[in-house]
């Protein structure tokens, strides 16, 4: 059994990691805040959307890839639950759920996401940071739709 300060350690990381998710979500929701977004990822960090949503490689990129993003996706509220996160020193992973409504611009309406974020988190000087956001796509459907109807949105399958 681990001492009670590794273990007090472990779970105030555990809280930290989640704060930096919910963190990421809030910058997502108030109109996709590049600066803000960009600015939890390590330098070096990588934000992977797949084919869905793309990919961005460093802060600087990952800046590029969100500036603009609120005039296609108008309204965006994340859902994120069921964290399963796993420490190993100043290295964490996370397993996340996302459930998403959100407006997206190109389809003209409301839309549901449904994906998995598998992310690989760094400890540094500033604290926690996001060294790899990965997600994988369940769905991406048409409000009316539904995920039954139609999974996902032209051009958007993984």
């Not at 809030?26 to 600015?39: E, L, P, R, S, W």
């Not at 965006?76 to 020193?89: C, F, L, S, T």
């Not at 998995?116 to 940071?129: I, K």
Request: aromatic share 12%.
């Amino acid at each position: 059994m681990m001492d009670i300060e590794a273990r007090l350690r472990r779970l105030e990381d555990i809280e930290a990691i989640k704060q930096l998710k919910a963190l990421y979500c809030k910058f997502c929701d108030d109109g996709y805040d590049a600066d803000g977004i960009a600015g939890i990822f390590t330098d070096k960090g990588i934000w992977d959307g797949g084919k869905t949503f793309g990919v961005a490689n460093g802060r600087d990129e990952i800046r590029r890839h969100f500036i603009g993003a609120a005039k296609r996706v108008l309204i965006a509220r994340h859902q994120v639950m069921n964290p399963i996160i796993e420490i190993d020193g100043d290295r964490a992973v996370g397993h996340w759920l996302l459930f998403q409504p959100c407006t997206d611009s190109t389809l003209g309406g409301a839309a549901w996401l449904a994906a998995t974020y598998s992310d690989v988190y760094l400890r540094s000087n500033e604290g926690w940071l996001i060294d790899q956001l990965k997600i994988d796509v369940a769905f991406f459907t048409p409000y009316e739709a539904g995920w039954v109807e139609k999974r996902f949105l032209d051009g958007r399958e993984p």
